[in-house]
């Protein structure tokens, strides 16, 4: 979603005249786009302004601008700690970044701040996103979490869930396929509670999966509480959604998960889990998991090593507990030291890449479809099969954007490698269409 922002923040100052610079020493503004999830995200804004600062102070006019979520948390507190920045915005004022910049090189002076919670958080026009994948195109559906979790500031940061209108959802995929994306990927912080009228995420599924010409569509992030038989169902009749589901679980223990307000028990997680796999037995599982969640025993850990163990994950994303202003787990003592906050994440994370290589080794010799996404370099292309995988391949340039059978021929824990059968590139599809 962050990247999402950012594309929607590169868009508009395009369109108001600027171009787009991968050297700082040239740009005339920089826009620093901010995480508050955890503590080490935040601070990364301040080490980011200090450095321009530096540079502000070797090119007077350069203007710096900051958003999302720490600008949206801290508000005035930023400007106290960081007094260069000249245009501070909210997570609902990004359609107002190229005027505050308007206004701060054309009158001077500053900081131009706009943190108003109760605007239009999709005003910005999708015609105005400057997507950062030629292939990928991310489409926010909702805003805001309505979910209480203890350790979250997401809901403090983008408020409650706003849910876009299915027609302009619709509108806009259907005007990103004009534009030659082959897939879409819907975003929320809980996109499976998605709902609007009479229309619930597995509706939403399906009217955006009819769009015609559309190759592929996925979506993230998904909340437990919301998986309902009709989102399985989607998963396994509408062809065009990816067999892949990120499904945080964060522990898996019940002490722990009641602590952190999850709304549900591991057995529940676990049942969700194989109602899934029922419909879609070859459905792509990842998660994110917290270690070192306050209170947090040896037992506990363990039991979420053993539910990752047993659920068997594609991908598994694990944070050491940070803890976040305005959340309730903050009075709750913080009681894991650091060292052993990320000793568990070590366990936990070799262990998942251990899991990871065994499984991926039995992909050599099958055959994946892959969507090519990146040319890292010449004759090299990247991509992902439905399940998310990523596998490169020696291929070129003219097939991304198209979707290649791949023989898989290696692999490692974090990728495959394959190559493009003998003849294949003639039956390369132009459309792609799975
Ligand atoms: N609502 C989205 C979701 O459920 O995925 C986004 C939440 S956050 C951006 C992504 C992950 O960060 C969460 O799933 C959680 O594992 C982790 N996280 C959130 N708050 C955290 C905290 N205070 N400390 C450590 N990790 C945290």
Known sequence: MNVNDSEKVAGLLHADG????????????????????????????????GRLKRLKARKPGLLVGVGGCVAQLQGAAVLERARSIDVLVGTHNIAQVPALF???????????VDLDRSA????????????????????TVMEGCNHVCSFCVVPRTRGPEVCRPPRDIVAEVESLVAQGYPEVMLLGQTVNAYRHGDVDF???LGLVH??????????????PQHVTPRLADALRDLPRVCPYLHLPVQSGSDRILASMRRGYTRAQYLETIARLRDRV???????????GYPGETLDDFESTVSLVD????????????????????????????????QRRASVLNARQQRAQLRRNAQRIGGREEVLVDTVPGPDRLAGRSPHFRIVH?????????????????GSGSNSLTGKLPIGSLTGASPAPIL
Do not use: M, W
């Open 120 to 139: 239009d958080s999709f005003l910005v026009p999708s015609s105005a996103v400057a997507h950062s994948s030629p292939v990928r195109a991310y489409v």
């Open 202 to 204: 597995a509706g939403l």
């Open 310 to 341: 047993e659920i068997g994950y594609d991908g598994l994303f694990v944070f050491a507990y940070s803890p976040r202003p305005g959340t309730t787990a903050l009075r709750l003592v913080d009681d894991v030291p650091a060292e052993e906050k």
């Open 102 to 112: 308007r206004r701060a090189r054309e009158r001077g002076g500053g900081p131009f």
């Open 393 to 409: 391949l020696a291929g070129p340039a003219s097939l991304l954007g198209r979707v290649v059978e791949v023989e898989i021929t």
């Open 210 to 223: 009819d769009v015609r010409g559309l190759g592929r569509l996925r979506f993230t992030t998904s909340h």
């Open 281 to 291: 037995s070859h459905l792509a599982l990842s998660s994110d998991v917290i270690v």
């Open 18 to 49: 600027y171009e787009r610079t991968d050297e700082v020493d040239q740009a005339d503004v920089v826009f620093v786009n901010t995480c508050a999830v955890r503590e080490k995200a935040a601070e990364k804004l301040y080490h980011a302004v």
